[in-house]
């Protein structure tokens, strides 16, 4: 029998939209690309749940992706293609040793949000009933 935490999971991404929404309008471009990040991973997660497997314990992207594509979830190769970008986000918005680019930027920000709604909404669209 499923189990309903996959719904916690998807409650949380949207959390996560929303908060990056928020700090993009204050000027918190990092933040914004940091949560965006997060909302793709727990949306990614609750997919996973909802197909009564446990998700593995990774920040990156594209691993997690591979583990919802063996389960059914199809995104698109746009969409995919922005994962790597984004999976970077995760690290360089924490720690500045690592950072690749700036991501005090309005127009990354701006497309790192556009993207994690795009591929949240996706994700929980493939779900039965949303």
Request: hydrophobic share 35%; glycine share 4%.
């Amino acid at each position: 029998m499923q189990s309903d935490e996959y719904k916690t999971w998807f409650t949380r991404a949207d959390d996560y939209l929303k908060w990056a929404k928020d700090n993009l309008k204050d000027g918190n471009y990092p933040l914004v690309c940091f949560l965006s990040q997060q909302a793709i991973e727990i949306a990614f997660k609750g997919f996973i749940y909802f197909k009564d497997k446990v998700p593995p314990k990774t920040h990156d992207l594209i691993k997690v992706l591979d583990d919802t594509k063996n389960l059914g979830l199809e995104i698109g190769e746009e969409l995919s293609e922005k994962l790597d970008t984004i999976s970077d986000y995760y690290f360089e918005s924490r720690y500045p040793d690592v950072e690749d680019r700036s991501l005090d930027n309005k127009e990354i920000a701006k497309e790192a949000l556009e993207s994690a709604k795009e591929i949240v909404k996706k994700v929980k669209s493939s779900l039965p009933g949303t």
